[in-house]
């Protein structure tokens, strides 16, 4: 079975560009989770669906930060304007559950953000 | 909020030898998590611990869950070069709507043949 997918993989683009990070999730996973690792800080939780709906956004950083899932099988980051300190590793993670065996998140293989 | 402090940050090791790093955290979980991350590749879940005083093994590796609910602890026994990588613990609470995973930074473990 295809993993979580995430695309693109590297991304790079000048400060005020609109960056969009896609994510398909693991079929039939009902959560989907964005986060953001950078060295600073470690792994930040951004915002997280349930059954396509958002759930829990108080990780977004600011307004420039949005997120949609319009289906089951796609959902996207979106940052308008870009900074550089956006600079980052994005994940996508999915899950069937929140808890318990079984229901652990799976994790994508990340895009690298670099905002010049 | 949740802080998880996992040391050490990192390791250098020879071929063979017994691998030990741990997390502590400020609050009480119900769940316990590790994970290990290759370069360019997202996290992936080792072992997963749900109660107080659990001992899980998978393969070489080994982590328990310590019985206040506050820390956790990874084994890594005779390391192979293909340990390598960063080591990330992840603790969760859950209770009501909460399902949020709160991560370490890592412990990141070179392996030298």
């Known amino acids: 079975d295809a993993g979580v997918i995430q695309s693109p993989r590297h991304e790079v683009t000048e400060m005020g560009q609109e960056v969009t990070l896609r994510c398909k999730p693991i079929s039939g996973h009902d959560y989907l989770f964005w986060y953001r690792q950078t060295m600073m800080r470690g792994l930040e939780l951004l915002i997280y669906f349930n059954n396509n709906v958002p759930i829990d956004d108080s990780g977004m950083p600011e307004d420039r930060f949005s997120a949609k899932m319009p289906n089951a099988s796609f959902s996207t980051l979106k940052i308008q304007p870009s900074e550089p300190r956006d600079s980052a590793v994005y994940f996508c993670?999915?899950?069937?559950?929140?808890?318990?065996?079984?229901?652990?998140?799976?994790f994508g293989p990340g895009t690298r953000l670099t905002v010049l | 909020g949740q802080q998880l402090n996992q040391s050490p940050q990192s390791m250098f090791i020879q071929e063979g030898e017994d691998v030990s790093m741990n997390c502590t955290s400020s609050?009480?979980?119900?769940?316990w998590l590790w994970y290990k991350q290759d370069p360019g590749e997202g996290p992936v879940l080792l072992i997963a611990?749900?109660?107080?005083?659990e001992l899980t093994s998978n393969g070489r590796l080994t982590a328990q869950f310590g019985i206040t609910r506050k820390d956790s602890f990874l084994n890594i026994s005779a390391s192979i070069p293909s340990d390598v990588g960063i080591y990330f613990c992840a603790g969760r609470y859950s209770g009501g709507s909460n399902y949020k995973l709160t991560f370490g930074k890592g412990t990141l473990l070179t392996v030298n043949p």
């Open positions: 611990l749900y109660k107080a005083g």
């Open positions: 993670a999915s899950s069937l559950g929140t808890s318990g065996q079984n229901n652990e998140q799976f």
């Open positions: 609050s009480i979980f119900n769940t």
